[in-house]
């Protein structure tokens, strides 16, 4: 089992950053070999993804539509994996998930484990 637990939601304004958290633990987990992704859900829409990084670091994937502001990050020291989030838009309001695979592999066909998301709300 792979648990994962996120955390630096909160409300800011348009044009703040945000860096959110996602710390990784687990019987299963073998950290530096685990790609993590983020995505995200916005009252009355599909979850979207955001952004996955591979065990090593050395493969991202980021959204088209958060390229240029958001940035994926990890320790693999720490079990955790970072989402900065910049010149944040009200359209990026949402609760923010992070989620692993249960099958390792880059990139990801199918995610797992999701985290209980952290809520990020930008105000105009």
């Known amino acids: 089992q792979v648990q994962l637990v996120e955390s630096g939601g909160g409300l800011v304004q348009a044009g703040d950053s945000l860096r959110l958290s996602c710390a990784a633990s687990g019987s299963t987990l073998r950290f530096s070999i685990h790609p993590i992704g983020w995505f995200r859900q916005a009252p009355g829409k599909e979850r979207e993804f955001i952004a996955a990084m591979n065990g090593s670091g050395r493969r991202e994937k980021i959204a088209d539509s958060v390229k240029g502001r958001f940035t994926i990050s990890r320790d693999n020291d720490k079990n955790t994996v970072w989402l900065q989030m910049n010149s944040l838009k009200p359209e990026d309001t949402a609760v923010y998930y992070c989620?692993?695979?249960?099958?390792?592999?880059?990139?990801?066909?199918?995610?797992?484990?999701w985290g209980q998301g952290t809520r990020v709300t930008v105000s105009s």
């Open positions: 989620a692993a695979p249960s099958v390792l592999g880059w990139p990801v066909g199918r995610y797992s484990y």
